[in-house]
């Protein structure tokens, strides 16, 4: 690296908050301690806290004994609160948009104000922290050079397997999301489609105390699962055609 990259590497994109901008901040997975201090920074300084659920946002604030007027912004509610944000970002002030967990507008709430933002030229600002997906993927053991990120698949069973079917021979990983409630279901879509040999990675309560790691052959993590706690959210990665540990 020049000795030009490395002064441009040591230079923060921003040392404080701007006034009138919407700070994308990632939150920790479960470990609290995952949060970064430009994220605490940021989330100290702006004048309101967009969040996906007060009373799971306001435990993670509280012990970082940060108070700021929280809004609520979640799937329910997004297009309106959209709208009221993006007037309180034109009064000048500053707003920080978190989920519950991870990065906002990953599978989570956060899409049409980054959207709106875009669109009216508002500074929009990422502060990067925990993901679920590359958490799982670079722990998985499976290869990592190329994935395709599908989040949550739809419910039905017949709708999975369409998905599995459709890139069955793909040469890179699939990481996808899917709930305590369909994960056994998802598996047997996947032995059923793929191949009962075809490797794969569960991934559960990360950075949590029950952090688990289910890794092999789709018969083989099928018949460990069932003696698994399934509580919690999984983050599913599927290895390409013909890879083998």
Do not use: W
């Not at 702006?46 to 007060?54: G, L, S």
């Not at 079917?165 to 369909?182: F, G, M, P």
């Not at 996947?190 to 191949?195: Q, S």
């Amino acid at each position: 690296m020049s000795e030009e990259m490395e002064e441009l590497a040591e230079e923060p994109v921003h040392s404080c908050v701007q006034a009138g901008s919407l700070y994308l901040v990632a939150t920790p997975l479960g470990n609290r301690g995952d949060i970064t201090q430009r994220a605490l920074e940021v989330l100290r300084s702006v004048d309101v806290i967009a969040c996906e659920d007060t009373r799971t946002s306001g435990k993670l604030l509280s012990h970082y004994a940060i108070s700021k007027p929280l809004l609520p912004y979640h799937d329910h509610n997004e297009r309106q609160q959209t709208d009221v944000i993006v007037e309180k970002l034109h009064s000048g002030q500053s707003v920080a948009l978190i989920t519950d967990a991870g990065s906002p507008n990953i599978s989570d709430p956060g899409f049409c104000l980054v959207r709106a933002c875009r669109k009216l030229a508002i500074p929009l600002y990422p502060i990067p922290g925990a993901s679920a997906l590359v958490l799982a993927l670079s722990a998985s053991g499976l290869p990592t050079h190329q994935f395709f990120y599908a989040g949550f698949l739809a419910p039905k069973t017949s709708a999975r397997c369409r998905f599995f079917e459709k890139h069955r021979e793909a040469d890179y990983s699939i990481v996808l999301y899917e709930s305590c409630h369909r994960i056994q279901k998802c598996v047997d879509d996947i032995i059923d489609t793929l191949g009962d040999e075809r490797y794969i990675c569960l991934a559960r309560e990360l950075t949590k105390l029950h952090e688990t790691f289910l890794v092999g052959t789709a018969t083989d993590v099928r018949t460990r699962l069932t003696g698994v706690q399934t509580k919690g959210e999984f983050v599913v990665v599927i290895a390409p055609q013909g890879y083998s540990l």
